[in-house]
Nanobody
Framework: VQLQASGGGLVQPGGSLRLSCAAS????????IGWFRQAPGKEREGVSY??????YYANSVKDRFTISRDTVKNTVYLQMNSLKPEDTAVYFC??????????????????WGQGTQVTVSS
């Protein structure tokens, strides 16, 4: 079981990036996937989440980020528009294995991997 996040990079404020999360060893049809991020000196925070029941976003990224998935390619995407310097972080895609009350509970996810660095700077 593996999730490989990619697509990060350096972008100017106001720019866009699309992150990809390629899953192997399991089918996305059976699991919900979340995107989390961690900035230096800060705690890991939930960014977005997709399941058969719908999509969810942190308030800080709502209306700027869009999560989607391609079940044929077994890949989840995070389209990030209107990027801000405060979006700078390592982004992780993870599989949900626990179902607590909140979708962004870190302990409910596994397969954290290396993540992909997103830097928003002029």
């Amino acid at each position: 079981v593996q999730l490989q996040a990619s697509g990060g990079g350096l972008v100017q404020p106001g720019g866009s990036l699309r992150l990809s999360c390629a899953a192997s060893g399991f089918s996305l049809d059976r699991y919900a996937i979340g995107w989390f991020r961690q900035a230096p000196g800060k705690e890991r925070e939930g960014v977005s989440y997709i399941s058969t029941g719908g999509t969810y976003y942190a308030n800080s990224v709502k209306d700027r980020f869009t999560i989607s998935r391609d079940t044929v390619k077994n890949t989840v995407y995070l389209q990030m528009n209107s990027l801000k310097p405060e979006d700078t972080a390592v982004y992780f895609c993870v599989r949900r294995i626990g179902y607590g009350r909140l979708w962004d509970t870190v302990a409910d996810y596994d397969n954290w991997g290396q993540g992909t660095q997103v830097t928003v700077s002029s």
